[in-house]
């Protein structure tokens, strides 16, 4: 069955960049939901930005608008995660995500109320200050 597997996390200091890998197995990617999640100590998992289809465009969280870049290359079956402007609160084990495609916009995703059901295994992102 489909599997993700990250690469690309790392320790940057703050304004520094970092671009997170994901390759798919077992699957086309660019036949399902895909999205990226962290998860800092003591809080829960948020989304960080989703693409449920490629006539819905994109979701990013408030936070993120701007200085990250959701993109995928299909003839690589890998999707990306580009953070530029780093700052300390982004540190968090970061996690790519994909699911069957269920209609709706992509916020619908990264908010779990459509979930996405393979998982990678994370990469830990550590932005100094």
């Known amino acids: 069955q489909l599997q993700l597997v990250q690469s690309g996390g790392g320790l940057v200091q703050s304004g520094g960049s970092l671009r997170l890998s994901c390759t798919a197995s077992g699957g086309t990617l660019a036949n399902y939901a895909i999205g990226w999640f962290r998860q800092a100590p003591g809080k829960e998992r948020e989304g960080v930005s989703c693409?449920?289809?490629?006539?819905?465009?994109?979701y990013y969280r408030d936070s993120v608008k701007g200085r990250f870049t959701f993109s995928a290359d299909n003839a690589k079956n890998t999707m990306y995660l580009e953070m530029n402007n780093l700052k300390p609160e982004d540190t968090a084990v970061y996690y790519c995500?994909?699911?069957?495609?269920?209609?709706?916009?992509?916020?619908?995703?990264?908010?779990?109320?459509?979930?996405?059901?393979?998982w990678g295994q994370g990469a830990q992102v550590t932005v100094s200050s």
């Open positions: 693409i449920a289809n490629s006539d819905d465009g994109s």
């Open positions: 995500a994909a699911g069957r495609r269920a209609g709706g916009l992509p916020i619908y995703y990264c908010s779990g109320y459509v979930p996405l059901h393979t």
